[in-house]
C-alpha cells in the first residue's frame, strides 16, 4: 500500500518562501503521477502541480507559475514543492498525491484530485500580509 507523508508547512509573511517534502513508500516500478494539490476553507481542491516519475511532464496552476518548482528525488521517492514569493492567497492545506494509472501525456495537463488514488494527510500552509 502506497504510503504518502507531507512535511514542511508553517507561518510565513507575505513574500516568503517555504519548501514541502513529501516521502513516497511502497512504489513499484510503474510510473507514477505525482503532485500538490491544495484547499483552502469552503473552496474546492485545486491542482497546484504535478510531475510524472518517468520524467518530463510538468504541471503548474496559473496561479503558482514562476513562483513555485516542483522536483523529485528518485531514488529516494520524495516530491518536494519549493515555493517562493507566497502569497496570503496561497493560504490552504497542501496534499501530496500519486497515482499509477495516470499517463504521462495526462499527467501533464494536470489531473483532477479525483483521479489520485493515494494521499497524505496534508501540511497547512499559512501566509499572513
Known amino acids: 500500500q502506497v504510503q504518502l507523508v507531507e512535511s514542511g508547512g508553517g507561518s510565513v509573511q507575505d513574500g516568503g518562501s517555504l519548501r514541502l517534502s513529501c516521502v513516497a513508500s511502497?512504489?513499484?516500478?510503474?510510473?507514477?503521477?505525482m503532485g500538490w494539490f491544495r484547499q483552502a476553507p469552503g473552496k474546492e481542491r485545486e491542482q497546484v502541480a504535478t510531475?510524472?516519475?518517468?520524467?518530463?511532464?510538468?504541471y503548474y496552476a496559473d496561479s503558482v507559475k514562476g513562483r513555485f518548482t516542483v522536483s523529485r528525488d528518485g531514488p529516494k521517492s520524495t516530491l518536494y514543492l519549493q515555493m517562493n514569493s507566497l502569497k496570503p492567497e496561497d493560504t490552504a492545506m497542501y496534499y501530496c498525491a500519486a497515482d499509477r494509472n495516470i499517463r504521462l501525456d495526462s499527467c501533464e495537463k494536470g489531473p483532477p484530485h479525483p483521479l489520485f488514488d493515494y494521499w497524505g494527510q496534508g501540511t497547512q500552509v499559512t501566509v499572513s500580509s
Open positions: 510531475i510524472h516519475t518517468s520524467g518530463g511532464a510538468i
Open positions: 511502497a512504489f513499484t516500478d510503474r510510473g507514477y503521477c
